[in-house]
């Protein structure tokens, strides 16, 4: 009665163990497979065409040297037209057309857009600007320099299904930037990001 009884205790703990082993492997195999599919979220370049990303891409579409603006949140809610910039440029990485006045305030602009994959929150059903932004380095001759990265405000423009469009600028904490009588500046970067 005994042996019986000892056989059938060591069969029970073989048992139990080998359940609990099997579920800590399928609980492991489990979590891998999701850690593998979420993927690494940060921030991403998302500036990555000129004047028109083509297709369904995110990208640049311009940038302005535009005359200072009082209230930047109403006036840069809406498209600008090159018509009325200082100097502006559909490509990165280029000279601009125009010429920017001595002792005139102005502000630095971009025109952005994003697609659904980096800016549209499926389950809330809604663009989230959260999720976008843009910054800017500028080193001007003798006036103070924009330091590196500096972080430009975001706005909306407008968006459909499939993309919304933004304008980020930085006005130099509302008083515009300045240059002097044959003074130069040179955008060394100029970066839109989205978190995916």
């Given at each position: 009665m005994k042996r019986k009884s000892f056989f059938g205790s060591i069969a029970l703990s073989c048992l139990l163990i080998g359940v609990v082993v099997g579920i800590v492997t399928i609980?492991?195999?489990?979590?891998?497979?999701?850690?593998?599919?979420?993927?690494?979220?940060g921030w991403h370049n998302i500036v990555?065409?000129?004047?028109?990303?083509?297709?369904t891409s995110s990208g640049f579409m311009y940038f302005m040297?535009?005359?200072h603006q009082a209230a930047p949140g109403t006036a840069y809610a809406a498209n600008l037209s090159n018509a009325t910039a200082y100097e502006f440029s559909d490509?990165?990485?280029a000279e601009m057309t125009g010429e920017t006045p001595?002792?005139?305030?102005?502000?630095?602009?971009?025109k952005f857009r994003v697609n659904t994959t980096v800016g549209y929150n499926t389950s809330g059903s809604r663009w989230e600007d959260?999720?976008?932004?843009?910054?800017?380095?500028?080193?001007?001759?003798?006036?103070?320099?924009?330091?590196?990265?500096?972080?430009?405000t975001i706005i909306q423009i407008g968006n459909n299904t499939q993309f919304a469009w933004y304008h980020a600028y930085i006005n130099n904490g509302g008083a515009g930037y300045q240059i002097g009588k044959?003074?130069?500046?040179?955008?060394?970067?100029?970066?839109a990001e989205g978190y995916y």
């Open positions: 609980a492991n195999m489990n979590i891998s497979e999701i850690i593998v599919s979420v993927g690494q979220r990555s065409a000129d004047a028109d990303p083509g297709g040297v535009y005359p490509s990165l990485n001595y002792s005139t305030t102005f502000d630095f602009v971009l959260s999720w976008v932004r843009a910054n800017i380095t500028c080193n001007f001759d003798w006036a103070t320099d924009i330091p590196a990265l500096s972080s430009m044959n003074e130069k500046f040179n955008v060394t970067a100029l970066t």
